[in-house]
């Protein structure tokens, strides 16, 4: 695949967004691999099973997501919807984790 791609400001067909979607959706899943690597790290780290899923901390990631795109000009509400999906999938990945360390 050719990460040679144009930013949105200088696309002039759709050629040139499918490519710029596509390698931004790349960048994002090696994103998402980091992410759910600290989520390994936190099943490995944490000793105690009830305290993989905390409310306080999911709240506080969904409210920063918000605030990030309000300030970016995204559609926040949505924005916060899509982080509330991630953090619920990455809290059961990392009970999956804690479970599959533990046996």
Excluded: H
């Amino acid at each position: 695949m050719n990460d040679t791609f144009k930013l949105p400001e200088d696309c002039t067909d759709m050629r040139d967004v499918r490519c710029g979607v596509d390698a931004t959706d790349r960048e994002l899943m090696k994103l998402l691999e980091r992410r759910f690597g600290y989520m390994r790290a936190a099943a490995r780290i944490k000793t105690d099973r009830n305290v993989v899923r905390d409310e306080a901390r999911k709240q506080e990631v969904i409210r920063n997501a918000r605030d990030e795109a309000e300030v970016a000009g995204l559609p926040s509400d949505a924005i916060a919807t899509l982080w509330g999906d991630l953090v619920e999938t990455s809290i059961a990945y990392e009970l999956q984790e804690w479970d599959r360390l533990r046996p």
